[in-house]
């Protein structure tokens, strides 16, 4: 018999993934708080349901929501999806959050008879678009192993971690490095621009050697376009990295660059960009040089 497969959240990147499956012939259930952008998926033949409804029908159930105090809500306590959900079926959470929820969630879960992975995923909109996502798994090996090929329909790497929360422990390296990646686009832009240089022309140079990463190669020509559209939200990497930062204080370690890269996020948020993408942080870097990277350099 064909596995039912429940997904909560078809937001930015979970739409996609969702209809990655769909692709690959699988039935989906599913529910968003805001059913409008669940629509694509009900209009390719995805059935829609409250999220116990879906939950409580679902062999295989993903999350990809948005905030850690989002998955502990829906998932946890007396009216979580947890308690709605058949003994022997298997949770997925997609979403980026605290290691230590995701440690508690697979333990709630075991006394249920309900297998739980946390598997935060890395590649953006384009990578769920294109299927072609990282995933980071923490869990039982084995319960992984049970749910590969679906994971493969829009993962290009699937790499387990270990234990519950460790997917979420590498989701925050992950986020560390990106911080202070994207940090240093936006800065080497503005640096380029306040020496004369052709902007597109950097871009170019720089893309064909070492410093080459997805922030330049596909954040950077965004920026010059001032396209600033969310492939991911600058909310949820503040969240990320406030997650990471908490992370690092438990572990008694000092993370300057990414306590920086925080800081230049939070003003990018006080000025009104929370909902833009990550590559918006040239914005804030521009605010602080008195700089505009759409005019001419006064030099």
């Not at 064909?2 to 989906?28: C, D, N, P």
């Not at 990018?268 to 350099?297: C, F, W």
Request: net charge negative; charged share 20%; glycine share 12%.
């Amino acid at each position: 018999m064909a596995q039912k497969i429940g997904w909560i959240g078809t937001g930015v990147m979970g739409r996609y993934m969702a209809e990655h499956l769909m692709k690959a012939g699988h039935s989906l259930s599913v529910f968003n708080r805001t059913k409008a952008k669940a629509q694509p998926l009900i209009d390719q033949g995805a059935e829609y349901g409250t999220a116990h409804e879906v939950a409580k029908s679902s062999d295989v159930l993903f999350l990809m929501v948005g905030y850690p105090k989002d998955v502990e809500t829906l998932v946890l306590g007396d009216n979580g999806i947890l308690k709605a959900m058949k003994p022997g079926s298997i949770l997925i959470d997609h979403t980026t959050s605290s290691p230590s929820l995701s440690e508690q969630i697979y333990q709630e879960g075991k006394t249920l008879g309900i297998e739980c992975l946390d598997a935060p995923v890395s590649g953006g909109d384009i990578g769920a678009q294109k299927g072609t996502l990282v995933s980071m798994i923490g869990g039982d090996r084995e319960t992984l192993d049970k749910v590969n090929p679906l994971l493969e329909t829009f993962s290009a790497n699937i790499k387990y971690a270990g234990g519950a929360g460790k997917g979420q422990h590498t989701k925050m390296a992950n986020q560390i490095v990106i911080s202070q990646n994207m940090n240093g686009v936006a800065e080497a832009l503005i640096y380029a621009h306040k020496m004369g240089l052709d902007l597109e022309e950097t871009i170019k140079t720089l893309t064909g050697g070492a410093a080459n990463s997805f922030s330049l190669s596909v954040l950077g020509p965004r920026i010059l376009k001032r396209d600033f559209d969310p492939g991911f939200y600058v909310e949820h990497f503040v969240k990320d990295m406030e997650i990471a930062l908490e992370e690092a204080r438990r572990a008694n370690l000092s993370l300057p660059g990414l306590a920086y890269s925080h800081q230049l996020y939070k003003s990018l948020e006080a000025h009104g960009g929370s909902k833009y993408g990550t590559q918006a942080i040239a914005l804030a870097l521009e605010r602080m040089n008195n700089v505009d990277l759409t005019k001419p350099n006064d030099n």
